[in-house]
């Protein structure tokens, strides 16, 4: 079945590395992604990878899948004020955008 | 072209009436999916067209709730006889079907049933 999980709250300071952590349990999942939901917004989206990817980056977010244990991370370098808020990981079962399946979010709070 | 566009932002009703939300997706997108997204939880799917075929359904779709795109642009959703428990964020979001992954996300619907 699908489920995806997420820690609940990641605080960091500013300037220093957010790494947020995603489990999921359907090994098909042909795409993972990660979106990002600002207080009363949509989600935006951050970056995705391809499930016969390990790593994936862009500027400062780096994705890291370990299909092995079915673990996906995003790593935020020099996190900064504007980084605060809520971050999903989703599954994609499909060779294309379909149906996501979410986690429950982490809010990484960023502080000075 | 600006991005996903939903009407109304904001709606509040009182239990019982019906609504009806407006999903514009990116004009060149011929996938359209619907997520309900309570407070504290990430979205959840409810349902999803290409083109004017919605192709699945989910269990959480009650029969009070029905959603059109006639024509494979705009989409509506409707949920009639509203209940308290129906207060959420209802997100739109729209995709190609082939050729890229990414989903991109309208800013929401939030209703509030009192």
């Known amino acids: 079945g699908e489920d995806v999980e997420q820690s609940l709250f990641l605080s960091v300071r500013e300037g220093d590395s957010s790494v947020i952590n995603c489990t999921y349990t359907?090994?098909?999942?042909?795409?993972l992604y990660w979106y990002k939901q600002e207080p009363g917004a949509g989600l935006q989206l951050l970056t995705y990878?391809?499930?016969?990817?390990d790593m994936k980056q862009d500027q400062r977010l780096t994705v890291l899948l370990n299909k092995k244990d079915k673990h996906l991370s995003l790593r935020i370098a020099d996190t900064q004020t504007g980084d605060s808020a809520i971050y999903f990981c989703?599954?994609?079962?499909?060779?294309?955008?379909?149906?996501?399946?979410f986690g429950t979010g982490t809010r990484l709070q960023v502080t000075l | 072209d600006t991005g996903v566009s939903q009407d109304p932002r904001h709606k509040i009703t009182k239990r019982g009436q019906n609504v009806t939300f407006r999903c514009d997706p990116i004009?060149?997108?011929?996938?359209l999916y619907w997520y309900r997204q309570t407070l504290g939880q990430g979205p959840e799917f409810l349902t999803y067209?290409?083109?004017?075929?919605?192709?699945?359904k989910s269990r959480l779709l009650s029969d009070r709730f029905s959603a059109e795109r006639p024509k494979g642009s705009f989409s509506t959703l409707e949920i009639q006889r509203t209940e308290q428990g129906d207060s959420a964020m209802y997100l739109c979001?729209?995709?190609?079907?082939?050729?890229?992954?990414?989903?991109?996300f309208g800013q929401g619907t939030r209703l509030t049933v009192v």
């Open positions: 979001a729209s995709s190609l079907a082939q050729g890229r992954a990414e989903a991109f």
């Open positions: 359907d090994s098909s999942s042909t795409y």
């Open positions: 990878i391809f499930s016969n990817m």
């Open positions: 989703a599954e994609s079962l499909t060779g294309t955008a379909s149906k996501l399946t």
């Open positions: 004009s060149e997108h011929n996938r």
């Open positions: 067209f290409q083109n004017e075929a919605q192709l699945e």
